[in-house]
């Protein structure tokens, strides 16, 4: 499953207890401004979270890689979906309500980083690790048994 951004912007508005009391939906016109800022601020998280992505790849030439920016509500979020429906939504929540509920904002953002801490996971790759020292016949450093 590739995560939209509307699928972020639903859950953020869903924490924010933004949503429609009647049926449910989270694009109205009273979140219609939260709508037009969510593609910016998700291209601004996403940059943040992309190296603990499983989508993360390093660039053979040794420049950093760039997380594919968030253009409109219905682009395709280049993070792995984890980090895109559990830590996403916090921050973005978080920075909706900058300067409208800080109270709020506060508590979204210190759930942003608990939630990005616990999947700080970075990918790694496997490599074999070649024994040098023992492999000329000579080790000084395995001889001791005790100091």
Same mark, same amino acid.
Request: hydrophobic share 35%.
């Given at each position: 499953? &590739?995560?939209?951004?509307?699928?972020? +912007?639903?859950?953020?508005?869903?924490?924010?207890?933004?949503?429609?009391?009647?049926?449910? &939906?989270? %694009?109205?016109? %009273? =979140?219609?401004?939260?709508?037009?800022?969510?593609?910016?601020?998700?291209?601004?998280?996403? /940059?943040?979270?992309?190296?603990?992505?499983? &989508?993360?790849?390093?660039?053979? %030439? /040794?420049?950093?890689?760039?997380?594919?920016?968030?253009?409109?509500?219905?682009?395709?979020?280049?993070?792995? %979906?984890?980090?895109? =429906? =559990?830590?996403?939504?916090?921050?973005? &929540?978080?920075?909706?309500?900058? $300067?409208?509920?800080?109270?709020?904002?506060? +508590? +979204?953002?210190? @759930?942003?980083?608990?939630?990005?801490?616990?999947?700080?996971?970075?990918?790694?790759?496997?490599?074999?690790?070649?024994?040098?020292?023992?492999?000329?016949?000579?080790?000084?450093?395995?001889? +001791? $048994? @005790?100091?």
């Amino acid at each position: 499953m &590739a995560t939209t951004a509307r699928q972020v +912007f639903n859950l953020a508005i869903a924490l924010m207890d933004e949503m429609n009391e009647n049926t449910g &939906a989270t %694009d109205t016109t %009273d =979140t219609k401004e939260y709508k037009l800022r969510t593609p910016n601020i998700l291209s601004v998280l996403c /940059g943040e979270l992309y190296p603990y992505s499983d &989508a993360y790849t390093l660039n053979t %030439d /040794g420049t950093r890689p760039i997380c594919p920016a968030v253009e409109t509500i219905e682009s395709t979020i280049g993070l792995d %979906d984890t980090l895109c =429906t =559990t830590v996403l939504p916090y921050g973005l &929540a978080a920075h909706l309500l900058l $300067g409208e509920n800080n109270v709020m904002a506060g +508590f +979204f953002n210190q @759930r942003y980083e608990e939630m990005r801490e616990k999947l700080k996971n970075i990918p790694a790759s496997f490599e074999a690790i070649t024994d040098t020292y023992s492999s000329c016949g000579y080790n000084p450093y395995n001889n +001791f $048994g @005790r100091w």
